[in-house]
């Protein structure tokens, strides 16, 4: 008998490629680790703003980050702020909608990603969101976390339940990696 070796997961969508060169993001924005040799799991977020008149929609930054790099840059942020979070985003996130997309659509992952998961706001009515997945080499994991998208309304609300210093160790990172000042960081809350 033979047997079928069937890869585990989906492949990485379209959307998470990196948006200049439309291929995978290979390495970690921190470590410089190969996340082609699928030894580490591995973040990406992005950043994404419409400008509805123009029916544009542009990549403001994007980011992979391996595991171990994440988990260093969440234990540097405060314990406050990381539990602010989490209870803002259990009891805030529409898991059964969420659900619901993903059950009607378990291969196509982008259309998992059509609302803000927390506010219910279809893309088409914000003007700017943010979208993060797992992933371990070619595939997308959705074990530990579905991949998510945030819109700009709840974006803000999350900034807001950071400590002081929770937002200078984003704005540090913001920074270091893109050259992007304190008062743009606000477009990105680390999950
Ligand atoms: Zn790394």
């Not at 998992?112 to 997308?140: N, V, Y």
């Amino acid at each position: 008998m033979e047997e079928r070796e069937e890869q585990e997961g989906l492949p990485i969508p379209d959307i998470f490629l990196n948006s200049d060169t439309k291929g995978p993001l290979t390495n970690c924005i921190q470590c410089d680790h190969d996340l082609t040799l699928g030894e580490r799991f591995y973040m990406i977020e992005k950043v994404f703003k419409r400008y509805p008149q123009l029916e544009s929609t542009q990549v403001l930054f994007e980011y992979a980050v391996c595991s171990e790099c994440y988990e260093r840059m969440r234990e540097g942020l405060s314990k406050e702020s990381m539990a602010n979070l989490s209870a803002y985003m259990m009891t805030n996130t529409d898991f059964e909608a969420m659900q619901m997309r993903m059950q009607t659509y378990p291969d196509d992952p982008e259309k998992w990603l059509s609302h803000c998961m927390i506010k219910g706001m279809p893309k088409e009515e914000l003007t700017e969101f943010q979208m993060g997945a797992c992933f371990k080499g070619d595939r997308l994991v959705t074990n530990f976390m579905p991949p998510f998208m945030i819109g700009n309304v709840a974006m803000e609300e999350m900034n807001e339940l950071l400590s002081k210093e929770t937002k200078d160790e984003m704005d540090g990172f913001m920074d270091e990696n893109f050259g992007i000042p304190p008062e743009l960081r606000k477009d990105l809350v680390l999950i």
